[in-house]
Structures are given as C-alpha cells and as structure tokens.
C-alpha cells in the first residue's frame, strides 16, 4: 500500500481557473505538509499541519488554501491560478508527538501546469 | 535562521567510480539530518539519517554519510556508484519544534557516465 498518495499526479489548466489538490497518509501521523518545488528544483514547505490544526504557513499567496478534514487528509486548494503557480507539489507526513523524532515521508508529487 | 548549502549544483562521474556530495547545514543546535534522492519524475525517497549516536551512518543502496559538527557538514559518500544511483539528491536538516520544519538544500544533480 502507498504509504502517502496524492492525485492527480498531473494536472494542466488554465489561468484564473480554480484546483485541489488530494493528500493521503496511511503511516497514523499526525502532522501533514504541502512543499512546492519548483523548475530549479528548489524545495519549499509551504504549510504544516499536527493533529488538524495549522503549524507553518509560510509566505505564500493567500490563493492557497490548506484544508485537513481529518489527520489522514491535507488538501491543497488554489484559486486563480497563475502561471508562476506551475510546479510540482508535493505531500509529505511525519510523527511529531513522541519519544523520538521521524522523519517526512512523501508523495510522489503532483505536476501542475498553468497554461 | 537555519540553511542547508550544498555547494555542486551537478557532479558527473562514471561508474564504479566513488562518491562524494557535499552538504553544509547552519543551525543553532544539534541538527536532524537527511539526505533524500529523487529520481527523474519520483517523488523524494529517504536515504539515510542522523538524529544523535554514531556520527557515521548507513543507508539504503549503499549510501553512507558522515556527521561532522566541527565543519557543520553532512556529506553523503558511495563507494562504487551504479548506473541507476543517476538522479537529484537532496540534503535537509530537520529543526523547529520537535524537528517540523524541514529546510531543503538546492540539491545536487548526479549524472553517471557508463
């Protein structure tokens, strides 16, 4: 079973037009992330969430809205989408509570192209 | 503020050939750290970490990377690389609370010549 799996992997659209993006983790953590790479590679978390409630917000436009329904569930929601918006998106999880530290555990990522 | 340098952009090397990537972290207190690979296409796979202990550690594929406090380093080695080891390899230190926050060096491209 796919430990963390986001759909669609690919996904091509127009400027202005509205997305999600779907997240699922079946490893029990508690803590969820969305990162955007971009064309350079470049790796940035963009949001954090433990237990459902929102840790790291970092810089980025108040388009992307992160929604977790559950501990299992982050969603990513862009609304007017703009061409710098292209990239690869990607979900991760993590156990934050307890003894020890673990580390992220990721998708594999969904391709977005803004046209 | 915490960062992760990893100062090639691209290594080429051939194979049967060692490896060395390079990797150095800027942070106040004892780091977590890891290194990931990410092949063409994939999503970002774990190779090997470091939370305390032993300052030498194993990995998967026969990756091992050695922590060096004195010299803020992290660097990933490989004996012999193989073809398929071709990919981006990525260096992070965990930090924050309880280690949450990830910072993403700007990765390392390997080519692998046959």
């Known amino acids: 079973d796919t430990a963390v799996s986001q759909t669609p992997k690919y996904l091509v659209t127009q400027m202005g037009n509205d997305k999600s993006i779907k997240c699922e983790q079946n490893?029990?953590?508690?803590?969820m992330y969305w990162y955007k790479q971009d064309s350079k590679k470049f790796l940035k978390i963009m949001f954090s969430y433990n237990n459902k409630e929102l840790i790291i917000n970092e810089t980025v436009p108040n388009r992307f809205s992160p929604k977790s329904p559950d501990k299992a569930h982050l969603n990513l929601h862009i609304n007017s989408l703009e061409l710098g918006d292209s990239a690869v998106y990607f979900c991760?999880?993590?156990?934050?509570?307890?003894?020890?530290?673990?580390?992220?555990?990721f998708g594999p990522g969904t391709r977005l192209t803004v046209l | 503020a915490q960062s992760v340098t990893q100062p090639d952009i691209h290594i080429t090397v051939s194979e049967g050939a060692s490896l060395e990537l390079r990797c150095n972290y800027s942070y106040g207190a004892t780091p977590y750290l890891f290194w990931y690979v990410q092949s063409p296409g994939q999503g970002l796979q774990l190779l090997l970490k470091?939370?305390?202990?032993?300052?030498l550690v194993q990995g998967i594929k026969g990756f091992e990377a050695e922590f060096k406090r004195s010299q803020s380093s992290f660097n990933l080695r490989k004996p012999s690389v193989h073809w398929s080891d071709a990919a981006e390899y990525f260096c992070a230190v965990g930090a924050g609370r309880g280690g949450n926050q990830f910072y993403f060096g700007t990765g390392t491209s390997l080519t692998v010549i046959p």
């Open positions: 490893l029990g953590h508690d803590t």
């Open positions: 991760a999880s993590s156990q934050l509570e307890g003894p020890r530290y673990n580390e992220q555990f």
């Open positions: 470091y939370f305390s202990g032993d300052t």
